[in-house]
């Protein structure tokens, strides 16, 4: 197929096809052509934006409510159908970019379903005793091909019949294994996906035009420099296996396998029968509440596999499974404002306010806009009647302007809303930055960021005391915050503040000094130095700031950085640059001396207990109510010689078991390996 089978005018569709085409008002027999051209074109021109850009610009759900309009109307004026119709096309997220790979087994797409009576219709009727559910993952399709245990291609679901082939894309995302543990034939068909603390992390870091994780996995699949791609937190999860030469009764086996074989695969599936399967469906519903990876629904699927055979295919979807959709928390409401604002990195962000409204539980009164090019393309001007959604916990979006209302076009600010600077872009960038270091409001946020909760995490300095100790003249920069102890006399007189306060303030900055590296490193807000980048570092050897330091001042530091898996040009660039700037490492020097650590303490032997877990290799699954998060359970078996693994393997030779424990324990049950408790592993380290 060619790079589309239509040729979108992007720019005059955008003008043209931002909210459906009107109905024709009498039906005379023109009018109901042009209408269903239009509309053909309306719906092409979102699943253009839908596969090709990833940035739609409709809800889901309006866009299936014109696709079964045109669908009725093909069906009473089929004489006005065109041949190109979307509802005879299945989309598709081709381009011509990457080579074509034909699909050995179809990716056919699951029929939907809404409420739990059809799920139950349509399970008596395949007459299955078991079925498997799954959380369907709203992320992108990947099908995996390995030849004998070796990752030979990463495909996007493309036609469902030839797909995009971007196996050096796939290869950047680091829960795809490239070996697998056996030198076996597969295929394996999964989602890549981003969980939502990812995407705003990455969002944070680097900015984006992408309204939601799927957007930005689809985006990132696709991306053509794979070195851009390996920035960016792809996971991957597998639902499918299909084995040569291995025969599986049931599916669950099959999932089994795969995890086996090395692959990730949720602990979240059940199997069950048919009388469980409407309380299985609510309990994931109530777990979805909480969850960290984005969702859009279930797949319900037959477990038996010669079953799966019996039912077959219908024309586009297997008769053995079905998605059961959550219907997706939508709220219709109006703009009344559109303000901007300046990050710490000088990012100019703009949000929209909104008439106050309900939307999953919680009263909305923002939604983010991202930034000028998303404001142009939805059309969002103040005034307008929007529909918004949220998904997981973040910030609530614009999904679709219903009514651009009657105000004028929204004129993105050209100075900085804090220092007034003029504004400035980089050439590929879709944002505006205030290029000012000492703009106000940047070193605000910078000293927001770094005392925040997944930063330093400093009690008492929240976002109200430090714009007021900044307005004071007590802090302006991060190492700042270190003197005050110092003007505590001062700080007790303040408004508001009090010998209460003032003492969590200062026991919390004392607090912070406990912090290990790998999270003081990505506090100071540095470019391209966030968790990730830091944790690549240390478990490449670079494990202090003396160290990094001594590396950027090499004649080979580039080639060196270049080396490690996920760190890119930029990043290496980045990495260079700043650590070799006087500013930052006079900065870095302050907090030294201060007594922050800028050093990441390895867990090593510990002499004064006896190495009793000495060759052997510990895993742990479930939660510990001891050991808070679990991983330091596992310091306690390095402490003793111990070797950890954070899969079950052959090698693992003890699996340590909390509270709901995973899949985990099913595996080691089979490969033989000790079964350990809380209580009898505390009884062990009391021993020694
Ligand atoms: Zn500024």
Request: proline content about 5%; charged content about 30%; overall charge neutral.
């Amino acid at each position: 197929m060619k790079k589309n089978q239509t040729i979108i005018e992007e720019d005059l569709f955008y003008q043209l096809y931002k909210t459906p085409p009107e109905k024709p008002k009498s039906n005379t027999p023109e009018e109901i052509k042009e209408y269903i051209k239009k509309l053909t074109e309306f719906l092409k021109f979102h699943q253009y934006l839908y596969y090709i850009k990833n940035q739609p610009i409709i809800s889901d759900k309006t866009f299936d409510d014109k696709l079964k309009e045109l669908e009725e109307l093909e069906k009473q004026y089929p004489e006005f159908a065109l041949p190109d119709s979307p509802t005879h096309l299945v989309g598709s997220d081709l381009e011509q970019e990457f080579p074509k790979f034909q699909h050995k087994i179809p990716v056919l797409s699951l029929t939907n379903t809404y409420t739990i009576k059809e799920v139950l219709d349509w399970a008596k009727k395949t007459g299955a005793e078991s079925f498997i559910v799954e959380w369907k993952v709203d992320g992108a399709t990947l099908v995996l091909y390995y030849e004998d245990g070796i990752l030979k291609h990463g495909v996007t679901r493309g036609t469902g019949n030839i797909g995009d082939d971007v196996t050096p894309n796939a290869k950047t995302i680091r829960s795809i294994p490239l070996n697998l543990k056996e030198k076996i034939n597969l295929i394996v068909r999964g989602e890549a996906y981003m969980t939502y603390t990812d995407f705003e992390r990455f969002n944070e870091e680097f900015g984006s035009i992408y309204a939601n994780p799927r957007n930005l996995t689809s985006g990132s699949l696709k991306h053509k420099k794979s070195k851009e791609v390996a920035k960016r937190p792809l996971r991957w999860v597998a639902f499918d296996g299909y084995l040569e030469n291995k025969e599986f009764k049931y599916d669950s086996e099959v999932l089994k396998y795969l995890e086996y074989l090395g692959l990730p695969v949720f602990e979240d599936n059940v199997v069950c029968n048919i009388n469980q399967l409407e309380t299985t469906i609510e309990k994931f519903k109530d777990k979805e509440k909480n969850l960290d990876i984005p969702v859009d629904g279930l797949v319900i699927k037959v477990n038996d596999r010669k079953l799966r055979e019996k039912l077959g295919y219908t024309a586009n979807s297997p008769r053995w499974a079905v998605a059961f959709k959550f219907e997706p928390d939508l709220a219709r409401t109006r703009i009344i404002d559109i303000e901007t604002f300046v990050g710490r990195t000088g990012r100019i962000t703009p949000r929209a306010k909104l008439e106050p409204v309900k939307l999953a539980g919680t009263t909305v009164s923002y939604a983010t806009l991202h930034n000028e090019d998303y404001i142009k393309k939805l059309g969002i001007r103040i005034g307008a009647e929007v529909l918004i959604s949220k998904r997981g916990d973040i910030i609530p979006a614009v999904e679709e302007v219903i009514d651009p209302g009657d105000g004028p076009e929204y004129k993105f600010p050209d100075k900085c809303p804090s220092c007034n600077t003029k504004l400035v872009k980089d050439k590929d960038s879709v944002d505006w930055f205030c290029p000012n270091p000492e703009c106000d409001e940047r070193l605000i946020q910078s000293l927001i960021f770094f005392c925040g909760r997944k930063q330093m995490d400093i009690d008492g300095l929240g976002e109200k005391t430090i714009r007021t100790l900044f307005n004071k003249g007590f802090i302006r920069y991060i190492e700042d915050i270190y003197e005050l102890p110092k003007y505590k006399n001062e700080l007790v007189k303040l408004e508001n503040f009090g010998e209460k306060s003032v003492q969590i303030i200062l026991n919390g900055i004392e607090k912070s000094k406990q912090k290990e590296f790998r999270i003081v490193l990505p506090s100071l807000g540095l470019k391209e130095i966030g968790f990730n980048v830091t944790d690549l570092l240390i478990q490449n050897g670079y494990n202090s700031i003396d160290k990094i330091i001594e590396l950027v001042n090499q004649k080979d530091a580039k080639q060196k950085l270049l080396s490690i898996k996920g760190i890119g040009e930029e990043i290496a660039d980045a990495i260079i640059t700043q650590f070799k700037d006087p500013k930052i490492l006079e900065r870095i020097n302050k907090l030294k001396q201060y007594g922050l650590q800028f050093e990441q303490k390895e867990i090593k032997i510990d002499s004064n207990v006896k190495p009793i877990f000495k060759d052997q290799v510990w895993c742990v699954t479930g939660t510990l109510t001891h050991f808070k998060p679990r991983e330091k359970a596992l310091e306690e078996v390095i402490k003793r010689g111990g070797k950890t693994s954070s899969t079950v393997t052959s090698k693992t030779t003890h699996l340590l078991v909390g509270e709901n424990p995973g899949s985990k324990l099913e595996k080691a049950k089979k490969l033989n390996i000790k079964i350990v408790t809380e209580e009898e592993f505390i009884k062990l380290l009391n021993e020694s």
